[in-house]
């Protein structure tokens, strides 16, 4: 079983940074190792992937087009806390922000920042950037 709860959203004006963090719990018994993303949600809106981060060597990244250069995806060594840095914020990066993971089977499959295959999400946690 995992679980995931995210942290750091909050209020901020065109032009901040926030850092998001997802503190990752999985069972202490299990070996699998797990991909991890960001998606968000604004109202009205379908939800899109942000970001997601492999667990293998080189921890390979993919990145939504609408934020490459501006948010960063990291994971720490310990692969308990997943990060997401988000700087230059616009208005439109206003969205409740998702953690999510999935079991590395055959790799991680991550297209335009979107991690396939969800098994496990977090409750969220709100951005909203004023103009």
């Known amino acids: 079983q995992v679980q995931l709860v995210e942290s750091g959203g909050g209020s901020v004006q065109t032009g901040g940074s926030l850092r998001l963090s997802c503190a990752f719990a999985k069972d202490p018994y299990a070996y699998n190792e797990y991909c991890l993303g960001w998606f968000r949600q604004a109202p009205g809106k379908v939800r899109e992937g942000v970001a997601a981060?492999?667990?293998?060597?080189?921890?390979?990244?993919s990145y939504a087009e609408s934020v490459k250069g501006r948010f960063t995806v990291s994971r720490d060594s310990a692969e308990n806390t997943l990060y997401l840095q988000m700087n230059s914020l616009k208005p439109e990066d206003t969205a409740m922000y998702y953690c999510?993971?999935?079991?590395?089977?055959?790799?991680?499959?991550?297209?335009?920042?979107?991690?396939?295959?969800?098994?496990?999400w977090g409750q969220g946690t709100q951005v909203t950037v004023s103009s």
């Open positions: 999510a993971a999935r079991v590395r089977d055959w790799g991680c499959q991550m297209t335009a920042g979107s991690l396939l295959g969800v098994e496990y």
């Open positions: 981060i492999d667990a293998g060597v080189g921890r390979a990244t």
